[in-house]
């Protein structure tokens, strides 16, 4: 199979929309106004944050709010001269910050990005853990959400699902290291059959009516 | 001037503008450094101001998605409803190809601004004009 056609790339993975739960967005957007636009979105690795906030600037553009969005790696402790640089423009009473990642900031430079956006009009972050701004939302992802999650990825037979359990379980509720899973499965064949069939044998299954 | 949108080879109508790629014979295969030829074709509510042509590769696959604009040619823009035509050489690398973990693939993509037209066509780039295949079950 080839990488293009896999049906768990990465590029597939992330254009899947957040599924956001209870009250819907009227809510979530009400409670961000009520929380003076300046809050937090929880949850831990592949849970869903990156796709949350993704989705959150496409409403706030919507709304009329010019956004701009920084994107935080792994150990990046400051933002870079160019960050800063974007920061210090766009800043304003129109503009909502999104920052991804902002707990991989040290203390120093938090408080300097905090001070940087005090001219802007709102400021969301996601982090792992409970912040120093009020909590806007915590993703919480479940199997359900990972099958419902597979059968978008993976329609042509949804009697074909993996155990979505079992693979939620073994990634500690990672989304996005479960589907990679799928993607080295799927890839190991020409069509996924054999992967689907070898998914199921690694689950202990005798045989294959996991799968019609 | 009129223009004959009915035969589409491929295009995009967003709204109530259109722009379209149109490829010299449909071919769409072709080797490292060989001429792409074409016409590009745009039906806008207002004036162009730009119209531009961007040649770029994309990656997909199990990593991030990356992507390059290798090169931008600016087509003479000029009024609401316009057609010009264009030649472009392409790079000798890297070829279009797929594995299990990563694929690459060409674009030619029409871009035309202040309404945000775009067509956008896949291109393979290759030896003999077909993508590399790096394993025998990719």
Known sequence: MRARDNPF???????????????GWDDLLARLDGLGRRAAILGPEGSGKTALLEALEGRLA????????????RGQRRLGGEARA?????CGPGTVLLVDGADELGAVEWHRLRRRSRRAAGLVIAVHREHLLPTLHRCAPTPALLAE?????????????????????????????ALLELYDLHAGSRDGAAARRGFARRLGQESHDLFA | MNEDFGDLVAGVKS????????????????????????????????????????LLWTTSGKGDQDSE????????????????????????????????LVSLAWHLELAAEPEHGIDRVELVVAPGGREVRLHAGA
């Open chain 1, 86 to 90: 974007r920061l210090d423009a766009a």
């Open chain 2, 15 to 54: 709204g109530l503008h259109e722009v379209r790629l149109e490829l010299a014979g449909g071919r769409t295969a072709y080797e490292p450094g060989q001429e792409v030829r074409g016409t590009a074709h745009w039906r806008l509510e207002r004036p162009a101001v730009t119209v531009e042509l961007h």
């Open chain 1, 9 to 23: 790339a990465v590029q597939r993975l992330d254009r899947l929309a957040y599924r956001l739960a209870g009250g």
């Open chain 1, 62 to 73: 919507a709304s009329g709010w010019r956004v701009l969005g920084l994107r935080l790696h």
């Open chain 2, 69 to 100: 604009v290798v090169r931008t040619v600016a087509l003479p823009a000029g009024g609401a409803l316009g057609r010009a035509p264009f030649q472009l050489r392409l790079p000798d690398g890297p070829y279009s190809f797929s594995g299990k």
């Open chain 1, 149 to 177: 999650l597979i059968a978008e990825l993976h329609p042509p037979c949804p009697c074909e699902l993996p155990d979505a359990e079992a693979l939620f379980a073994r990634h500690a509720g990672n989304l996005r290291a």
